[in-house]
């Protein structure tokens, strides 16, 4: 049975932690702040599976790695919401609209009243949009929970301590996930600020994520249940991590404003701020140096593409190379 030390807890290290401990790996896991929690980047993600209307502003090959990750995640957590995503835009915006379509793929033009169909209470405020049936999303919090509850489980040993992933002292391989807690080592790895709302809003419905298309920032809206919402995100290259500004606060707010006037009237229960780590080319990547493994780099896709990062370490370490590791660098 091969011995693998993983450091860090987020959704990269949890993937791959599932991922070979299905293979018959010997995992133990190491995160500094414990289970799953506020702590970490990925627990104020969106959680969307969305990889064809990611292709509008993503490298083709988040889409093609990002395809299985809905089927994935079903798989390992039971969670996923499977009904889709929803595009839209204001009349003033239908030029948004129709460049989004021209940059992606496998969705079905939708007008007024097929909108109000997929989503009564959007009435008819949106005259088009793009529905995207084959996508999916995921509530992180509870998706991490799951993931983290197998691993236990299934016999992982789990320890709340930081850990040197160069230290030797211990045999066999070790995984580093951290993140962008690893930007001293990665010295190439940046830090992208992502800001979310968490909004009670019980006299909207929405059953699928909304995206609505914005002059500056790809806002969605992901229902969680029971009348709650995360609103998110914004992309801001910079490494100040403690809170909202005020100006995405306003646009958020506004956002949301404009899909529904009731939101309006919602509580705003949470605010989140995270830090996406990303390279220059906004794509993960796989490291090896001897026994020492580092999967970094993100960005704004780690639960659409940790599930395809995980099996490619599975095939690293386990002796399948008839299938590309992507982006795999040797130190």
């Not at 405020?125 to 995921?138: D, T």
């Not at 190439?188 to 019980?202: F, I």
Request: glycine share 10%; hydrophobic share 40%; proline share 5%.
């Amino acid at each position: 049975m091969v011995d693998i030390t993983i450091i860090g807890a987020g959704v990269a290290g949890l993937c791959i932690a599932r991922e070979l401990r299905d293979r018959g790996a010997s995992v133990q896991l190491y995160d500094r702040g414990g289970a799953p929690g506020s702590h970490s980047c990925s627990w104020w993600a969106g959680g969307m599976l969305a990889p064809y209307c990611e292709a509008e502003s993503a490298e083709p090959e988040v889409v093609n790695l990002g395809e299985g990750a809905a089927h994935w995640w079903q798989d390992k957590t039971g969670l996923v919401n499977s009904q889709g995503s929803l595009v839209v835009s204001q009349d003033r915006d239908q030029g948004q609209l129709r460049q989004f379509a021209r940059r992606t793929s496998h969705f079905d033009h939708v007008d007024r009243a097929q909108i109000a169909e997929l989503e009564p209470d959007l009435g008819d405020r949106f005259s088009a949009g793009l529905f995207f049936s084959s996508e999916a999303h995921i509530c992180p919090r509870s998706a991490l929970t799951a993931l983290h509850q197998s691993l236990l489980n299934d016999g992982v040993e789990f320890t709340v301590a930081e850990r040197d992933p160069t230290d030797s002292s211990k045999a066999g391989l070790t995984i580093d996930c951290r993140g962008y807690s690893a930007r001293k080592e990665l010295t190439n790895l940046r830090g992208v600020k992502g800001e979310m709302l968490m909004l009670s809003c019980p006299d909207v419905t929405l059953s699928r994520t909304v995206r609505l298309l914005h002059p500056r920032i790809p806002l969605y809206v992901v229902p969680r249940g029971d009348g709650i919402y995360m609103v998110g995100a914004t992309m801001i290259e910079s490494s100040a991590s403690e809170h909202v500004t005020a100006r995405s606060l306003l646009e958020m707010l506004s956002a949301a404003y404009a899909l529904n006037p009731a939101f309006g009237e919602a509580e705003v229960l949470e605010t989140g701020v995270d830090i996406r780590p990303a390279f220059t080319d906004n794509l993960p990547r796989i490291q090896r140096d001897g026994n020492l493994i580092r999967v970094n780099g993100f960005y704004r896709h780690g639960y659409l593409l940790a599930p395809a990062y995980a099996r490619k370490v599975g095939e690293l370490l386990f002796g399948q190379t008839d299938t590309e590791v992507p982006h795999e660098h040797s130190a």
